[in-house]
């Protein structure tokens, strides 16, 4: 009867190790498919919410022929996984160290974007970030990593950036944002400044320009034709 029991609880066991097994490999086909049909930042933050690990998700995308280990590594980036931990799960799965590099570089970049969002408000860091390059997308997604920010406030600081409508449109559907937001939006900034309005741009900083350095004054005339006359030296009371 024992024996039974042992062999019972054998397979249960067994039974329960393939069905985790089997779960394991259907996330990793899920993942691939994912990537091939909807890119990898989407396919990557999708993984990142179903409790997947960078190491994990490194390892199944790296089996996606075509893909990049650096497009890869900066996906993570911009789903919010700080740099440390991208350089590991790099690391374990053998991705070079150019790639690394790279990646890590691009990454400062967006976690300047997140930085500056907290420290000085979305809409100036959303300029800046424009003004070095990212485009709309990248923008909206990595201030999406940020804990607590409105998505709507992400897209209403683009049109005040400056950014026309198509591209912020096509940015808030890259990134899963509804066209209830998106529209609500677009007519807080119309009614701030019109269709025909100039969108908010900040003025740019005035860089220090030193004084101009003070002319000596003119030499003081003497008398006609004795030429200048200095003042008397300076008499010490002791010599008086």
């Known amino acids: 009867m024992k024996i039974q029991k042992k062999i019972v609880l054998f397979f249960v066991l067994l039974l329960t190790l393939m069905s985790v097994a089997s779960g394991w490999a259907m996330t990793q086909e899920d993942l691939k498919v994912t990537i091939q049909k909807e890119g990898i930042d989407k396919a990557v933050v999708a993984a990142l919410a179903e409790g997947m690990n960078p190491q994990e998700i490194v390892k199944a995308a790296l089996n996606v022929e075509g893909l990049n280990p650096r497009t890869i590594l900066v996906a993570l980036c911009k789903a919010g996984v700080d740099t440390d931990t991208i350089t590991k799960a790099a690391q374990s799965n053998n991705v070079g160290q150019m790639f690394v590099a790279s990646a890590c570089q691009e990454c400062k970049k967006l976690d300047h974007l997140r930085v500056a969002i907290q420290k000085e408000g979305i809409d100036k860091a959303v300029v800046a970030a424009l003004a070095e390059g990212m485009n709309p997308q990248e923008v909206v997604q990595t201030a999406l990593s940020v804990e607590g920010l409105n998505p709507r406030a992400v897209i209403l600081a683009l049109y005040k950036a400056g950014v026309d409508h198509a591209s912020v449109a096509n940015a808030a559907k890259n990134n899963n944002i509804g066209q209830m937001i998106l529209a609500s939006a677009r007519a807080q900034f119309l ?13 740019p900083a005035q860089p220090y320009t030193p004084a101009a350095p003070v002319a000596p004054a003119p030499p003081i005339p003497g008398p006609a034709g004795g030429g200048f006359v200095p003042a008397e030296p300076y008499a010490s009371p002791s010599t008086l």
């Open 191 to 203: 009614s701030k400044n019109g269709e025909g309005a100039q969108p908010y741009t900040p003025a």
